[in-house]
């Protein structure tokens, strides 16, 4: 069993900045690319940020320069650094890592439940 948990969201005034985590947590034996996603109302999902095991990131040309991704390997927690917040950026932003758990032989897709980001004054 392994959970995806996050935290950060909020109600941030235009120019502002919000932090966002996502710990994964049971029984895991390695994780490979984690990332970040968001879903605006009406609209499709789609990729924020990615950084890989290794460190490598990618990100959304909407948010390039203002966000930055990074992880902690030993507490398996990805961070969401937001800076510059625009309305455009308000969503509902999802956690998401590829993991192999314990007695595993392939990786899967998890998912976080959501964490809100409103921006507006």
């Known amino acids: 069993q392994v959970q995806l948990v996050e935290s950060g969201g909020g109600l941030v005034q235009p120019g502002g900045s919000l932090r966002l985590s996502c710990a994964a947590s049971?029984?895991?034996?390695?994780?490979?690319?984690m990332g970040w996603y968001r879903q605006a109302p009406g609209k499709q999902r789609e990729l924020v940020a990615l950084?890989?095991?290794?460190?490598?990131?990618n990100y959304a040309d909407s948010v390039k320069g203002r966000f930055t991704i990074s992880r902690d390997n030993a507490k398996n927690t990805v961070y969401l650094q937001m800076n510059s917040l625009n309305p455009e950026d308000t969503a509902v932003y999802y956690c998401?890592?590829?993991?192999?758990?314990?007695?595993?032989?392939?990786?899967?897709?998890?998912w976080g439940q959501g964490t809100q980001v409103t921006v507006s004054s």
């Open positions: 998401n890592a590829r993991i192999l758990e314990l007695g595993g032989s392939y990786s899967s897709d998890y």
């Open positions: 049971g029984s895991i034996f390695s994780i490979n690319a």
């Open positions: 950084i890989t095991s290794g460190g490598s990131t």
